[in-house]
């Protein structure tokens, strides 16, 4: 092997410094390579025995090609290679699974902690909503038709009968009744509560105000809704109908709506950054924020799909719900120690 940081004067003419040393560069890329795509396990003993001698030797080449000035493209080469050898010498790799638990136990939670005041915000902003439209309906039952969509309310409106609307709680709604149709029920408010999640969170680049708007229509739609059954006396039946899977898909909804308050108020408030460089440092830590509430909205669907159907108990129900909330509560905010992130 060509030991070039050895031979004392540099080498500056670009063809003659690629044929000494391009052969090195081509093993260390191969055996770089195989450890990328197989890992360690997958690799020759004695390639990972040779593989800091090579990396040392590229180092150098690289020094030489910046200070003679040779090609760019040669030099673009040689940081790319140096940069994934450098990942694979002094990172740590880990197989996916391992990122992917990494991501659950670690960077999950601590993306979703630093967002606590976004999220704060966001709860207030949706129970401010209910408390005003719960009041509006109350005092005029029309506000209810202005407040909540015809295509979500299937009949639970001022209008209905309070065996009607208790039936719909404790019987499933009749055509509702049925594994096959509990699961497309599931997949459907899944579907519906990802758009609202997403849009909470695209919606955050225009300054948050729509989606603090989006927030609020949320906590409106759920304050009616809750105003039809209390005028039934049927409040405590509907709140834990909705609790089974509400603390879950409203915790999820909170968090995407603070990851967009984060990019949002980036780019209204920027400090000393531009507005892009701060769209993105407050982007990156809002994605992981937002990426974990796809498992929340899963688990929302199914509760709300199968388990709030299923399980006809209000104590039951009540216990369901508090439980994931104070679950979420604890993985989120309970305190972890710092092990580092993946590399």
């Not at 960077?107 to 630093?114: F, I």
Request: hydrophobic fraction near 50%.
């Amino acid at each position: 092997m060509t030991a070039f940081a050895n031979t004392g004067v540099p080498m500056v003419n670009a063809t003659r410094f690629r044929a000494a040393h391009e052969a090195d560069w081509e093993r260390l890329d191969k055996i770089v390579t195989a450890i990328e795509k197989r890992g360690v396990r997958g690799v020759p003993e004695q390639a990972l025995l040779v593989l800091p001698v090579l990396y040392r030797s590229t180092l150098s080449s690289l020094s030489v090609a910046r200070e003679t000035s040779l090609d760019k493209s040669l030099v673009a080469y040689l940081e790319q290679l140096c940069t994934r050898a450098y990942y694979q010498i002094y990172g740590v790799p880990t197989s996916a699974m391992r990122q992917l638990g990494h991501f659950f136990a670690h960077s999950w939670p601590k993306a979703v902690q630093a967002l606590w005041k976004e999220t704060l915000v966001a709860f207030i902003l949706t129970a401010a909503g209910a408390i005003v439209a719960y009041l509006l309906v109350r005092n005029n039952p029309s506000w209810f038709y202005v407040l909540f969509p015809d295509n979500m309310a299937a009949g639970r409106d001022p209008t209905a009968s309070a065996q009607f609307l208790k039936n719909t709680l404790y019987d499933g709604g009749g055509p509702m009744a049925g594994q096959s149709a509990l699961a497309l029920f599931a997949s459907f408010l899944f579907t519906h509560n990802a758009q609202i999640a997403i849009f909470s969170f695209a919606l955050g680049f225009a300054f948050c105000l729509p989606t603090a708007g989006l927030i609020v229509y949320n906590g409106l739609t759920l304050g009616a809704l809750v105003e039809v059954f209390a005028a039934k006396g049927l409040a405590y039946g509907f709140i834990g109908w909705l609790m089974i899977h509400g603390t879950t898909e409203l915790f999820a909804i909170m968090i995407s709506g603070a990851a967009g308050f984060r990019i949002g108020l980036a780019l209204a408030f920027p400090g000393r950054q531009s507005r892009a460089d701060a769209a993105v440092a407050a982007g990156r830590q809002a994605a992981v924020a937002m990426g974990g509430t796809v498992v929340m909205l899963a688990v929302a669907g199914l509760l709300e799909g199968i388990g709030r159907q299923t399980v006809t108990s209000d104590t039951a129900r009540y216990a369901i719900g508090g439980g994931m909330l104070l679950g979420w509560l604890l993985y989120f905010y309970w305190p972890r120690r710092d092990r580092g992130a993946v590399a």
